[in-house]
C-alpha cells in the first residue's frame, strides 16, 4: 500500500466527516475508524484507470458505511453539535458571514439521508453515478435525495417554516 496516496486524501476525508457529523471530535474519530478499516481491507481495493479517483470513492464508500453502521448502532439521539463552517476548508467563493450562519442552519435541519448526498455531490463533486455507487443506492434515489434537499434548502434560506402534512387516519372497521 502507497501511504502517500491515502494521505493525500485525508483533507477531504476529514471535510467530510466534519459537515456529516456536525462534530469536529467524532468526525475525527470517523477519519481514523475510515483509515484504519482502509488498511485493513486494502486488499478488496482494486485500481482500475484512474487509481486516485477510485481511491478516493473507495475511501468515500468506507466512511459511509462505517458512519451508517455507527448512526444505526447508537441511539445517535444528540443532535449534531455544531462545527463553525470558518472550521471547515471550503473551495470556492467567500460567502457573507449571515449567508454563511444561514446555509450551516439549513444544512443542520436537513435529513442526514440528504445532506449526505448534498454534501457528496455538492461539496466533493461526485457525480450522480457515483455518489450512488458510493452511498449503495440506486442512481434515481440520488437524483430524487438531492431535488428534495435542494428544494428544502431553498426554503430555510427563504424563511418558510415547514408545514406538517396531516394525513387522513384509517379507520377501523368494527
Known sequence: MDRNSIIAHIPRLRRYARLLTGDAHRADDLVQDTLERACIKW????PGAE??????????????????????????????????MDDIDIEGPVLDP???????????QLPADQLEIVLLVALEDFSYAEAAILINVPIGTVMSRLSRARKRLAELM?????????????????
Open 43 to 46: 486488499q478488496l481495493w482494486q
Open 51 to 84: 487509481p486516485a479517483l477510485q481511491l478516493r470513492a473507495w475511501l468515500f464508500t468506507v466512511m459511509h458505511n462505517l458512519f451508517v453502521n455507527q448512526v444505526r448502532g447508537k441511539a445517535y439521539a444528540a443532535r449534531r453539535d455544531a462545527v463553525s
Open 98 to 108: 449571515g449567508v454563511r450562519l444561514d446555509l450551516e442552519r439549513a444544512l443542520r
Open 158 to 174: 427563504d424563511g418558510v417554516v415547514p408545514t406538517k402534512v396531516s394525513r387522513p387516519q384509517l379507520k377501523v372497521m368494527k
